[in-house]
T-cell receptor, first 116, second 115 residues
Framework: AQKVTQTQTSISVMEKTTVTMDCVYE???????LFWYKQTASGEIVFLIR??????ENATVGHYSLNFQKPKSSIGLIITATQIEDSAVYFC?????????????FGTGTTVSVSP | EAGVTQSPRYAVLQEGQAVSFWCDPISGHDTLYWYQQPRDQGPQLLVY??????IDNSQLPSDRFSAVRPKGTNSTLKIQSAKQGDTATYLC????WGGGAETLYFGSGTRLTVL
């Protein structure tokens, strides 16, 4: 069975600093996809970044980057030069690659608060 | 390109009442998901479709919940007799399975309160 665990409930940082969030996953599949989504105060859920299990390079999009440690089943999200607008709940999610049709499984989320 | 559209935005019910949620996915997306998100938790899958076919409804409480997608486009999720434990946000998401796209796109959700 697949499982996604985010142990950090909340993180507070100062603006323009770097924040790192942890996520560990469990899967029996050799092929899988890992995602980070952001949920704003309005409830909107926005896709941020994705890592395919077969890729060795860490994904980077804008000021978001991933720390993919496959042997540890870990996919951390790093946000550099944080802005007030980065305050949100961040969800880690996984989809197994088997037969191309599995749904996303989400973690419980990490709330990030960015202060000026 | 229009995003995933959901309605209504909010719903408030008494226990035992019925409610329906409607979702219009992104045009061309053949796969549609319904998630339930209780307060302070992550989204939890209820059911998903590819075109009009149900792929997985194992997490859908079948005695009170039902979901359809008759023409493979819009979808309706219905709660027959709501309970206080159903209080949550109901999210619809879609993706292009046939095109090999992996990313899900979410609607704004329907926030349900059952009194």
């Amino acid at each position: 069975a697949q499982k996604v665990t985010q142990t950090q409930t909340s993180i507070s940082v100062m603006e323009k600093t770097t924040v790192t969030m942890d996520c560990v996953y469990e899967t029996q599949d050799s092929s899988y996809f890992l995602f980070w989504y952001k949920q704003t105060a309005s409830g909107e859920i926005v896709f941020l970044i994705r890592q395919d299990s077969y890729k060795k390079e860490n994904a980077t999009v804008g000021h978001y980057s991933l720390n993919f440690q496959k042997p540890k089943s870990s996919i951390g999200l790093i946000i550099t030069a944080t802005q007030i607008e980065d305050s949100a709940v961040y969800f880690c999610a996984m989809r197994e690659g088997r037969q191309g049709g599995r749904a996303l499984i989400f973690g419980t989320g990490t709330t990030v608060s960015v202060s000026p | 390109e229009a995003g995933v559209t959901q309605s209504p935005r909010y719903a408030v019910l008494q226990e035992g009442q019925a409610v329906s949620f409607w979702c219009d996915p992104i045009s061309g997306h053949d796969t549609l998901y319904w998630y339930q998100q209780p307060r302070d938790q992550g989204p939890q899958l209820l059911v998903y479709f590819r075109d009009e076919a149900v792929i997985d409804n194992s997490q859908l409480p079948s005695d009170r919940f039902s979901a359809v997608r008759p023409k493979g486009t819009n979808s309706t999720l219905k709660i027959q007799s709501a309970k206080q434990g159903d209080t949550a946000t109901y999210l619809c998401a879609s993706r292009d399975w046939g095109g090999g796209a992996e990313t899900l796109y979410f609607g704004s959700g329907t926030r349900l309160t059952v009194l």
